[in-house]
């Protein structure tokens, strides 16, 4: 019993990442090739299935939204398209709200998910791993003693829910780990660690123009 227990579970901690990886993949492209219509599929455009044709359209599309919305002609339309969908009162809650959200997080020169670092929670003394999203807005920085920052505490093993919280900087210790290393680590509950970064060097008293008087 217990010889098979120990090679189940090797087993088991071998297919598992690769069984979830694949299941996400094909729940992907279940998605996107849901969103192109009929008229345009392969059965209707050439007669017959071509595997993969839908995925395929649909980052073609995106790629050539992209591009286009990228000059003048195309960000002049988009504004128009954005004004016009900000004038319908469901609509323009949903938009707005999804599009903030997505500006901050996949904006190339945005600072969410920029920075990992440590931050006391649920209370003084117990340290967990969060995320930096920005500082407080002007409204709430006002009503605030000090300087704060925005923070994103996510929860493990599931990071996409989580806190948010406004604390004070100066109770904020940044990490060197990148923010993909932050998440493994997270997503692992502490069981994969991050690699050991480089110590810096050693420095004596006397050098680097350090005084070597106590």
Not at 26 to 49: H, I, K, N, Y
Not at 142 to 155: E, F, R
Not at 162 to 187: E, H
């Amino acid at each position: 019993m217990r010889f098979f227990k120990r090679y189940f579970i090797t087993g088991l901690l071998i297919w598992l990442p690769l069984v979830i990886t694949v299941w996400v993949l094909l729940m992907l492209a279940r998605t996107l090739d849901s969103l192109v219509p009929s008229f345009l599929s392969p059965e209707a455009l050439f007669g017959v299935a071509i595997p993969g044709f839908e995925l395929v359209l649909v980052l073609l599309i995106i790629l050539a939204t992209g591009l286009f919305c990228a000059n003048f002609i195309g960000r002049a339309i988009l504004s128009r398209w954005e004004s016009l969908l900000g004038r319908i009162p469901l609509v323009r809650s949903i938009y707005n709200s999804v599009k903030q959200v997505s500006d901050t997080v996949f904006a190339p020169n945005g600072q969410a998910f920029r920075q990992a670092i440590l931050v006391q929670y649920p209370r003084q003394g117990a340290w967990t791993i969060g995320f930096l999203t920005g500082t407080p807005c002007d409204e709430i920085a006002g009503l605030l003693a000090g300087d704060h920052v925005s923070v994103y505490v996510p929860t493990t093993p599931n990071p996409t829910s989580g806190f948010f919280l406004m604390v004070p900087r100066a109770d904020v210790r940044v990490l060197d780990m990148s923010v993909d290393t932050a998440l493994k680590y997270i997503v692992s509950m502490g069981v994969v660690a991050p690699p050991a970064l480089t110590p810096p060097p050693t420095v004596r008293p006397g050098e680097a123009g350090l005084d070597s008087n106590p």
